[in-house]
């Protein structure tokens, strides 16, 4: 064999395709199950890691059919691949008919559920609904039987399914959501222009064999309280002043004073008390703290922004930058790590008791605190007199289900480590934000990654 054949053959082995659709990427080998599954996630961010999967139809025991790949035989096959499909876990079970649960509310065609943004609403991304809205036949007689119809994503890829004439819709979007690795909330089935209501079925909507429906996920994100503290060693008169980036908007503040560039700009003018305490010098309100919350604005025109500022549209955790902890231990790990991170022991507090209700629905969270320079470049935060010490403390999480937690063995890991390490990632001073004889500004917020 000639030097240049070996050279050739050896670049190959450590080289491998990963495939999805029509892309094809030359990334690295991995004999690590882990490492070429992270690799993957970054290579298509389109996929949400809870349902990548790796499949193959090289091999001889596939018989020509894609199987997917376990990470227990990964490193016992990786050396006999060339091409490795990356797709997305289907665990659809559609054809079965649920009778409708007791949170579907019967309204009217035209009337939405409470808090639900009406279609007509113009921050709703619609570029998926058809121009022609075709005249639907309401709550007439339903077909009996069955229907094969289409499940278009905005991806581009289609799954043909066969369903009961009898299936809720919401149905329909919950085995969708669990396709698309993301919360139910945050789609809509969009049939013939128009988007199809929880409680009705399928064949209300008179679907042949062969129509399809839009499967759409909205864009909308919202953050969570946001709350500034003002401490000063005297009372003295300061501006804060607020400026968000072209994605979001401000959607509640308190107290209340008057926006700019379209929801996306405030100026609150206050008093400080050393007892912590402001007052709002407009209005003569006291408050403890200055509130704010935002939603993404899906209308607005992106610009180019730094790679590591925050932007809640696209936020995610992952297996590097996160901590995996059954709920029962969230309460102490919060608590310790806010601790390190300078929040005295009320904001600590009301930092827990506020995201608690949400992060009890789930068995185990991923979380992770965003840097502060990627926090303030998305929440510009200007004070003046500028404060000493400003501490920007911002956390993002997420649910993960149990079958999942063998993709998250790395942040499981870190979850057992000192908590003192998110002092460098957040980039915080905590024994300046401590110093009572310092003017301090203090704030934290937080998001719940639906997606």
């Not at 990470?71 to 499909?85: G, K, N, Q, Y």
């Not at 922004?305 to 590097?320: E, G, I, R």
């Not at 929040?343 to 008791?353: M, N, P, Q, V």
């Amino acid at each position: 064999m000639s030097g240049s054949t070996q050279s050739k053959e050896t670049s190959i082995l450590r080289c491998l395709v990963l495939k999805c659709g029509p892309k094809r990427v030359l990334v690295k080998r991995q004999k690590s199950y882990n490492l070429m599954f992270n690799s993957a996630c970054k290579t298509f961010p389109s996929i949400s890691r809870d349902i990548l999967t790796f499949q193959t139809n090289q091999l001889d025991v596939c018989d020509g059919h894609y199987v997917e790949i376990t990470a227990e035989v990964w490193s016992d096959i990786v050396d006999l691949l060339h091409v490795v499909e990356v797709t997305q876990r289907v665990k659809m079970t559609l054809p079965v008919p649920l009778p409708l649960d007791n949170r579907a509310i019967s309204l009217p065609d035209n009337q939405s559920a409470p808090g639900q943004v009406n279609e007509q609403d113009s921050s709703r991304n619609d570029d998926e609904v058809w121009d022609i809205v075709p005249i639907l036949s309401g709550q007439g007689p339903e077909s009996d039987g069955q229907v094969t119809i289409k499940l278009v994503f905005r991806s581009g890829e289609i799954k043909t399914i066969t369903v009961s004439r009898e299936m809720q819709v919401d149905k329909l979007v919950a085995d969708a959501s669990e396709i698309l690795g993301c919360h139910l909330a945050l789609i809509d089935a969009i049939f013939g222009g128009v988007r199809m209501h929880a409680n009705r079925t399928i064949g209300s909507y008179n679907i042949e064999d062969g129509d399809s429906i839009n499967i759409r996920v909205n864009d909308f994100t919202r953050i969570r309280k946001p709350v500034i503290y003002l401490y000063s060693p005297s009372d003295i008169d300061v501006s804060v002043k607020l400026s968000l980036i072209p994605e979001w908007k401000l959607s509640v503040i308190y107290p209340i004073v008057t926006t700019e560039d379209h929801g996306r700009r405030l100026e609150w003018n206050v008093h400080t008390h050393q007892d912590g305490s402001l007052t709002e010098r407009d209005s003569g309100l006291n408050v403890s703290y200055l509130f704010w919350e935002a939603e993404t604005n899906s209308q607005a025109a992106s610009k180019p922004q730094p790679v590591d500022t925050f932007n809640p549209a696209s936020s995610s955790l992952d297996d590097t930058d996160s901590i995996v902890i059954t709920v029962d231990k969230v309460t102490v790990y919060l608590d310790n790590s806010l601790k390190v991170l300078g929040l005295h022991t009320e904001a600590r507090t009301s930092f827990i008791t506020y995201w608690l209700p949400s992060i009890l629905k789930h068995e185990y969270v991923a979380l992770r605190f965003v840097p502060q320079a990627a926090f303030e470049r998305a929440a510009s935060l200007h004070i003046s007199p500028q404060p000493d010490v400003v501490t920007r403390v911002f956390m993002l999480f997420k649910g993960i289900r149990k079958e999942d937690l063998a993709n998250w063995t790395s942040a499981q890991n870190q979850a057992e480590k000192d908590v003192a390490w998110w002092v460098n990632v957040v980039g915080v001073d905590p024994a300046r934000a401590g110093d009572v004889t310092l003017f301090r500004a203090l704030e934290w917020g937080g998001m719940e990654v639906l997606i």
